[in-house]
């Protein structure tokens, strides 16, 4: 059966580089365009597509093909029904054997995708388009709309005009940009094979190569080295790759070093790490002869840790400092990652620059110190409305000027023991507290719960073994009496009274003799060297009484027996 051609919906490359570009394709104001961004919309309109696998296919070609296998099926079911009638078996056959064709073409949707994805031009192929901007190193040429490319002015002869930009350029594909890049163009295709050799002894002796930047692609740039394509990774460009703008160098002539040669040249990788490790290095040794101790200088925090703040000087070629934890901020418990951020601006104060070099930074210098205020108006003692700002199960701490915090421990938070500040207090309580002790030198502030008036009124008293102290009955429990010591804050105030030393008979009930409230004197017996709580008791209090009572009746019947003999007397009389 004979078949008619489908007519192609689309001209052939050779054609569609014959045909002018439009002024739809070609916008004047391109020219205007900075090579950077050419580069990252060349990548981002081509990706990292992959060469098609069928260079001949085509959309149109696709379409005319199916519409003429579902003419043949339906001519083919015809002929089917007409055997089927004749009792003959050939073509029901033949009818499965092209349905199992086309299942097979339906099911393979990537290759009409891998089709549409292939490099608009092919390599050797005679292109035009014009011209958007000539450089130093390059003159970078729009292919119709369909591409942006990049010619190498080492090519021209030194007869040859430099074309203007919106001029029709016309050239060889070289690089058909299949592996992300720029199409690269070229006048001279044979010149590669001239430039091998000297890349090879490039290798061998470690001597550096010009090449011209062609283009981004994963993980590095393009390099065209004398008509050699090369790859040189990003991290072989650049000191700090990931944040690199590697569209920057394109169309850029540099200096490489040749890493490796394989495959006679097919396999060229070139790295600019030893050139750029030298400036960078001579840069920081001259920045940093300049920097002057005390000097204050705009930053940009590059990396936050634990330990502290890395943070580059824009004022000193980029130079980078740290800034140590203890001077990020003068509270020593706020914690880094709340204060700053990666790429947050900050002022800074050089404190140092020691004999490695290294430059040591400080925010905290210039920053008014909250701390200090506080110590000058705030007394131990003083009662001051605070609130809680963040609770721990070590204690909870309390917020009492702008930028300052104390910390009430959780064996002061009462009189009867906590094991969990958190069973207590929660972040956001209003709590009125008393200013305990100060350490200047470690920024700390410790604090109590305020007492009520009735509390502050009551007298301070001496907590030391053997004196006597009043008390008030806090709990009562099987084992002993949990007590408050009158006129104390704190763990300070806490005191316990054992069982047998409430005086009252072994086993008695001690809730039948005492009551929460109940003030007590009772003798501080022992003082716990750890917990610094001391072991207090009422029947020792009342047996120390006698005995001091019973000494001073034994010290007073001596005094009285003091007069002594006759003999005594007259001998202190004569005497005197």
């Given at each position: 059966?004979?078949?008619?051609?489908?007519?192609?919906?689309?001209?052939?490359?050779?054609?569609?580089?014959?045909?002018?570009?439009?002024?739809?394709?070609?916008?004047?104001?391109?020219?205007?365009t900075?090579?950077?961004?050419?580069?990252?919309?060349?990548?981002?309109?081509?990706?990292?597509?992959?060469?098609?696998?069928?260079?001949?296919?085509?959309?149109?070609?696709?379409?005319?093909?199916?519409?003429?296998?579902?003419?043949?099926?339906?001519?083919?079911?015809?002929?089917?029904?007409?055997?089927?009638?004749?009792?003959?078996?050939?073509?029901?056959?033949?009818?499965?054997?092209?349905?199992?064709?086309?299942?097979?073409?339906?099911?393979?949707?990537?290759?009409?995708?891998?089709?549409?994805?292939?490099?608009?031009?092919?390599?050797?192929?005679?292109v035009?388009?014009?011209?958007?901007?000539?450089?130093?190193?390059?003159?970078?040429?729009?292919?119709?709309?369909?591409?942006l490319?990049?010619?190498?002015?080492?090519e021209?002869?030194?007869?040859?005009?430099?074309?203007?930009?919106?001029?029709?350029?016309?050239?060889?594909?070289?690089?058909?940009?299949?592996?992300?890049?720029?199409?690269?163009l070229?006048?001279?295709?044979?010149?590669?094979?001239?430039?091998?050799?000297?890349?090879?002894?490039?290798?061998?002796?470690?001597?550096?190569?010009?090449?011209?930047?062609?283009?981004?692609?994963?993980?590095?740039?393009?390099?065209?080295?004398?008509?050699?394509?090369?790859?040189?990774?990003?991290?072989?460009?650049?000191?700090?790759?990931?944040?690199?703008?590697?569209?920057?160098?394109?169309?850029?002539?540099?200096?490489?070093?040749?890493?490796?040669?394989?495959?006679?040249?097919?396999?060229?990788?070139?790295?600019?790490?030893?050139?750029?490790?030298?400036e960078?290095?001579?840069?920081?040794?001259?920045?940093?002869?300049?920097?002057?101790?005390?000097?204050?200088?705009?930053?940009?925090?590059r990396?936050?840790?634990?330990?502290?703040?890395?943070?580059?000087?824009?004022?000193?070629?980029y130079?980078?400092?740290?800034?140590?934890?203890?001077?990020?901020?003068?509270n020593?418990?706020?914690?880094?990652?709340?204060?700053?951020?990666?790429?947050?601006?900050?002022?800074?104060?050089?404190?140092?620059?020691?004999?490695?070099?290294?430059?040591?930074?400080?925010?905290?210098?210039?920053?008014?110190?909250?701390?200090?205020?506080?110590?000058?108006?705030?007394?131990?003692?003083?009662?001051?409305?605070?609130?809680?700002?963040?609770?721990?199960?070590?204690?909870?701490?309390?917020?009492?000027?702008?930028?300052?915090?104390?910390?009430?421990?959780?064996?002061?938070?009462?009189?009867?023991?906590?094991?969990?500040?958190?069973?207590?207090?929660?972040?956001?309580?209003?709590?009125?507290?008393?200013?305990?002790?100060?350490?200047?030198?470690?920024?700390?502030?410790?604090?109590?719960?305020?007492?009520?008036?009735?509390?502050?009124?009551?007298?301070?008293?001496?907590?030391?073994?053997?004196?006597k102290?009043?008390?008030?009955?806090?709990?009562?429990?099987?084992?002993?009496l949990?007590?408050?010591?009158?006129?104390?804050t704190?763990?300070?105030?806490?005191?316990?009274?054992?069982?047998?030393?409430?005086?009252?008979?072994?086993?008695?009930?001690?809730?039948?003799?005492?009551?929460?409230?109940?003030?007590?004197?009772v003798l501080?017996?022992?003082?716990?060297?750890?917990?610094?709580?001391?072991?207090?008791?009422?029947?020792?209090?009342?047996?120390?009484?006698?005995?001091?009572?019973?000494?001073?009746?034994?010290?007073?019947?001596?005094?009285?027996?003091?007069?002594?003999?006759?003999?005594d007397?007259?001998?202190?009389?004569?005497?005197?």
């Amino acid at each position: 059966m004979a078949q008619e051609t489908p007519e192609s919906t689309e001209s052939t490359p050779g054609e569609a580089a014959s045909t002018p570009a439009t002024s739809d394709n070609v916008d004047t104001s391109s020219t205007e365009t900075t090579l950077a961004e050419e580069a990252q919309q060349s990548a981002a309109r081509e990706g990292d597509a992959e060469p098609a696998e069928d260079d001949h296919g085509d959309d149109g070609e696709s379409e005319a093909d199916d519409s003429e296998q579902d003419a043949e099926d339906g001519e083919a079911d015809e002929s089917s029904e007409e055997t089927s009638a004749d009792g003959s078996t050939g073509a029901p056959g033949e009818k499965k054997k092209r349905k199992r064709k086309r299942k097979k073409k339906a099911a393979n949707p990537e290759a009409a995708q891998r089709a549409t994805d292939r490099a608009p031009f092919h390599v050797g192929e005679e292109v035009f388009g014009k011209v958007t901007a000539v450089v130093d190193a390059a003159i970078m040429v729009d292919l119709s709309g369909k591409a942006l490319a990049i010619f190498d002015r080492s090519e021209m002869e030194p007869d040859d005009l430099l074309p203007e930009v919106g001029e029709r350029f016309v050239g060889r594909v070289l690089n058909d940009g299949g592996r992300g890049g720029l199409v690269v163009l070229t006048r001279k295709p044979l010149r590669e094979e001239e430039e091998k050799p000297k890349i090879e002894q490039a290798h061998r002796d470690g001597s550096l190569v010009s090449g011209l930047v062609t283009g981004v692609i994963k993980g590095g740039v393009e390099v065209l080295i004398g008509g050699v394509r090369a790859f040189a990774p990003a991290s072989g460009v650049d000191l700090h790759p990931r944040a690199a703008n590697l569209a920057q160098l394109v169309g850029q002539r540099l200096d490489f070093k040749v890493t490796s040669y394989e495959k006679q040249g097919r396999d060229v990788v070139v790295t600019r790490r030893p050139m750029i490790e030298k400036e960078a290095h001579e840069r920081r040794k001259a920045a940093r002869e300049a920097l002057v101790e005390g000097a204050e200088m705009a930053g940009i925090v590059r990396t936050v840790v634990d330990w502290g703040v890395f943070v580059a000087l824009p004022e000193a070629e980029y130079l980078e400092g740290l800034v140590h934890a203890s001077e990020v901020s003068h509270n020593p418990r706020e914690k880094i990652a709340d204060i700053v951020k990666p790429g947050q601006k900050i002022r800074v104060k050089v404190l140092k620059v020691d004999e490695k070099g290294k430059v040591w930074l400080s925010r905290k210098a210039l920053l008014e110190d909250p701390f200090a205020k506080v110590f000058e108006n705030v007394q131990i003692g003083q009662i001051i409305k605070g609130e809680v700002t963040r609770v721990e199960e070590f204690g909870a701490f309390v917020k009492i000027a702008d930028g300052v915090e104390g910390l009430i421990h959780v064996s002061d938070l009462g009189v009867v023991r906590v094991d969990d500040a958190r069973n207590v207090l929660k972040a956001g309580d209003s709590i009125d507290v008393l200013v305990h002790h100060f350490d200047e030198r470690q920024r700390r502030i410790g604090l109590h719960p305020a007492p009520n008036e009735e509390q502050l009124a009551e007298p301070k008293q001496k907590v030391a073994k053997n004196n006597k102290i009043d008390v008030e009955v806090a709990k009562i429990e099987p084992a002993g009496l949990q007590v408050r010591i009158l006129g104390a804050t704190g763990r300070h105030a806490r005191g316990f009274i054992p069982a047998g030393q409430t005086g009252t008979p072994r086993g008695t009930e001690l809730r039948s003799h005492f009551t929460v409230g109940q003030k007590l004197t009772v003798l501080v017996v022992d003082i716990d060297p750890k917990s610094r709580e001391p072991k207090l008791s009422v029947s020792k209090l009342a047996q120390d009484e006698e005995r001091r009572a019973h000494k001073e009746y034994r010290d007073k019947l001596k005094a009285e027996a003091s007069f002594g003999t006759l003999g005594d007397l007259l001998k202190r009389k004569i005497g005197g």
